[in-house]
């Protein structure tokens, strides 16, 4: 499911594959043992995140997977939860796109976990919305929209319309699906009226084919 809105997705998802907020802190002073200890174990798991990204980028997903998983490891072990937040992404997303959605839910219900123990609600919404999206892969259409309707809360309470716009796509998407034909022209609506309001007319240009789409679905059934 592809997001172009300013939602939840678009931002984390392009920072973790594309950026490395791993850069480490130099000093000219020597450390204490235990200090230097944990800084080489982070240096570790901020290579093999790294080395994860570039092996899923070329085609090699289970190394990938197995980097990525070390480097989750390693980040739990020295309490850096900055990592362990982005390493559970990767997983996550990463097992999503190949449609090994069991996986995918394995590390996205870890990251939902994670980012509700750390007060942290776009990553609560961000995880939440890919969780709808994999239930939707699985045809698990009540628990996607369960999901979906949470992220959207989540976005109406941060008054972020364009993870609220992304969310009633999504909602949209998946009652289209399970043939719920009203509710999806009713969600699609207002995610059309969110995009016009914030001059997104790529976005208005896909939720107009997604009514557009709705619409005959709906006339062909009445």
């Known amino acids: 499911m592809s997001v172009c809105f300013k939602g939840f997705g678009r931002a984390i998802s ?11 802190l130099t000093s000219h002073a020597p ?3 235990a200090a230097q200890a944990m800084q080489d174990r982070k240096a570790d798991a901020d290579r093999l995140f790294q080395q994860g ?3 899923y980028q070329t085609s090699q997903f289970e190394a990938a997977f197995q980097s990525w998983q070390q480097a989750l490891t390693l980040y739990r072990s020295i309490k850096n939860h900055f990592g362990e937040g982005a390493a559970l992404s990767q997983l996550g997303l990463g097992y ?3 449609g090994n959605y069991d996986q995918a839910i394995v590390y996205l ?3 939902l976990v994670y980012a509700k123990e750390h007060n942290d609600p776009i990553g609560q919404g961000f995880a ?3 969780l709808g999206s994999t239930y939707l892969g699985m045809g698990q259409y009540d628990s996607a929209i369960d999901a979906h309707q949470q992220s959207l809360a989540i976005a109406q309470k941060l008054k972020h319309p364009g993870g609220e716009g992304q969310e009633l796509r999504n909602l949209g998407i998946v009652y289209f699906s399970q043939g719920a034909y009203d509710k999806a022209i009713e969600a699609y609506q207002q ?3 969110l995009a016009h309001a914030l001059k997104e007319p790529q976005w208005e240009s896909l939720v107009l084919i997604d009514l557009g789409t709705a619409y005959h679905a709906a006339g062909e059934v009445a």
Request: no cysteine; proline share 7%.
């Open 109 to 111: 219900e870890q990251l």
């Open 14 to 24: 392009s920072l973790l594959l594309i950026l490395s907020p791993f850069a480490l």
């Open 191 to 193: 995610s059309l009226t």
């Open 31 to 33: 450390l204490p043992v």
């Open 96 to 98: 999503e796109a190949l």
């Open 53 to 55: 990204i570039q092996q």
């Open 128 to 130: 939440l919305s890919r």
